[in-house]
C-alpha cells in the first residue's frame, strides 16, 4: 500500500484505491477539490451517501511514540509530535473519541489546529468549530476544513461594541450545524454517544439547546463541557446547567503557565504601543493604570514596575497591595491620573457612567487597552462613540485603533482604545504565542477531552458537577513543560516539589470537585530520563 503524504486528497483515493477489498471511491474521493476546498457538511450534502470513513485518519503522520525526551532532541521534532505523544500516555484506547462529537468556539490558530490534527488521528470524526473574528487565522481553517471538520465563519460585526452579536449569530450556527449532525448520524445507524462542548468564553456552553436533554431520539448518550476561559465556578453562565462542566480555566496548570505567558506578551505588547505613540504625546513617562488584580493584571503590574514605569492598581474585590504600585481605592482616582489604563476585569469598565464620563471629559489623552475576551473592558465606551460616529450603511473596521475626540470637551483631548477594545495581544498570525510556549494549555485540552471520554466510558457521569480538571493530566503536562524548560521562571517554584507534593498542589489550587477514578499516569513518564 502506497504511504500517503499528509495534506494530500489525492493520497485519499490510493487509502481507498489500494486496499485490498477497497470500498468503491465516495464522491469527495473520486473528486479531491472538494475535500481541500470544502468541509465534510458540503461533501455530503452533494452526495448523500458518501461515507467519510476513518481510515482517511492514516493522513496525518502518526509519530513515533519513542519517549518525550528522544522525540525532543530529534532535529525538526514538532509540536504536533509533542501533543501526539502526550496523548498515547493518557487516552483510553487507540480511537478513543469514536462516536464522539465536539462542538467548539475556539481561537483558532497553529497550535489549534495541531490539536484537532491529533484528536482526528485519534478517532474525531466530527467537529463543529467556530471561530472568533479578532483571532482567526485564515490558512488555519483551511487545515480545519481539510481534516473533514466543518468550520461556522464569523460574520461581520455592525459597529464598535457589537461583539456580543456577532458570537450569538455564531453559536446558533454551531448548534443548528450540530443538531443535524446528529441527525443525519443517527439516520444512518451512527448514534453519537458523547458530545463535548469545548468552550471559550462561555456563549457555547450556555447556550445548549433544551432539547438535547429531552426525549429526541438522535440525541447524544451523554454530554459534557469544557470551559478554557472563564471562571467556570463563580460565572452565572454556568449556573444551573444539567451536564457536568470540566474547569480548564480554574485548573493549576493554566494559572501557572498560560496566564503569567500572556500577560507578558501583553505587557510587551503595550509597552511597544506605547513607546511609540503615547510616549511621543505626552511630555512625561506614561503613567499606567491597571484595572483588574487579576492573575494576568498581576504579571501585567509586574512587567511594567520591572520596566520602571508608575503603576496605578484598582481592583473591586481583591485589594492586594503592592511595594512598587500604588493603590487605587477609587476607580476615578485611577482614571484620573492614568495615562494608559489598562483592563483586566472580563467586565465592562465603562458600564458605570461616572466611569465613562471620567474618560470622556479627561483633560489629557487616553489609551485603552483590553486583555479581556472580546470587546468587554470598554463596551459602553465603544458603543457611545459608534452611536456618535454612525454613518449611514457603513460600518467601521472593528480591529483598527479607535481614536476620538469628545466634542463637548473643550480641551479636545484624544481617546484611543487600541485594537478596538479587543484583546491585544491576538495579531493576525499564526501564533500569538510561541508554541513551544503555550502547548501545554493545548495539551491540557486534549487532556480534559480524554478525560470526558475516559469518564463516560466508565460510567463516572452521575452529577451536574463543576470538575476539576484531572491532576494526574496536570501532574504529566507540568513534569514535561519543567524537563523541556528548566530555566523558566515560571516552574521554578515547582522545580523542588516531589510528584506527590505537586499533584497535591495541583489539586488545592485547581478550581472544582475532582472527579473519582484518576487514571495513575506517573509511573509512564519520561522526564528526567535519557
Partial sequence: MIKPRPSSALNIVNLFSTRKGACALPFFARNPKILINSNYAT????????TYSAEIAPIIPKPNLFSLHQAHSQPGFSFEQTIAAIANHI????????????????????????????????????????????STHAPCVKELKSLGYIFIDAPYQLGYGHYDGCI???????????????????????????????????????????KLFKDIAYKPNHVIGIEQTRDVS?????????????????????????YPRIATIVANKVISKVQAKAKTQLPHKPVIGVVGNSTVGQAIIDKFIAEGYLVLVHDKTNKMKYKKAVWQGDILSLISNADVIIGCTDTDITQEYRNLEAILDSIKPKYLVSTSSKDIEFNSLLVYIQNQEKQLEQTPNPLKDVVYTNPDNPTDTKIIILKGGFPIHFDNKRHCVAPKKIWPTYAALMGACLMAVRAYQRNLITSANILKLDATIQLLILREYQRLNPRDPIILDIAALTDDELKELVLSKSDGIELPDSPVLISTLTYGKE
Fill in 43 to 50: 461533501a455530503r450534502n452533494q452526495y448523500q451517501t458518501a
Fill in 234 to 258: 463563580n460565572h452565572p453562565y454556568f449556573k444551573g446547567l444539567p451536564f457536568p462542566i470540566i474547569n480548564a480555566a480554574g485548573s493549576y496548570l493554566k494559572k501557572a503557565i498560560e
Fill in 91 to 134: 487516552k483510553t484506547s487507540d480511537k478513543p473519541f469514536e462516536n464522539v462529537m465536539v462542538v467548539a468556539v475556539q481561537h483558532v490558530l497553529g497550535t489549534t489546529v495541531d490539536m484537532f490534527k491529533q484528536m482526528r488521528q485519534l478517532g474525531l470524526e466530527k467537529a463543529i468549530i467556530g471561530g472568533k473574528f479578532y
Fill in 168 to 210: 450569538q449569530e455564531t453559536v446558533s450556527n454551531i448548534w443548528r450545524t450540530a443538531l443535524e449532525e446528529m441527525q443525519f448520524s443517527y439516520n444512518r445507524g451512527k448514534k453519537i454517544d458523547l458530545l463535548i462542548i469545548l468552550d471559550d468564553g462561555g456563549d457555547l456552553i450556555s447556550s445548549t439547546p433544551a
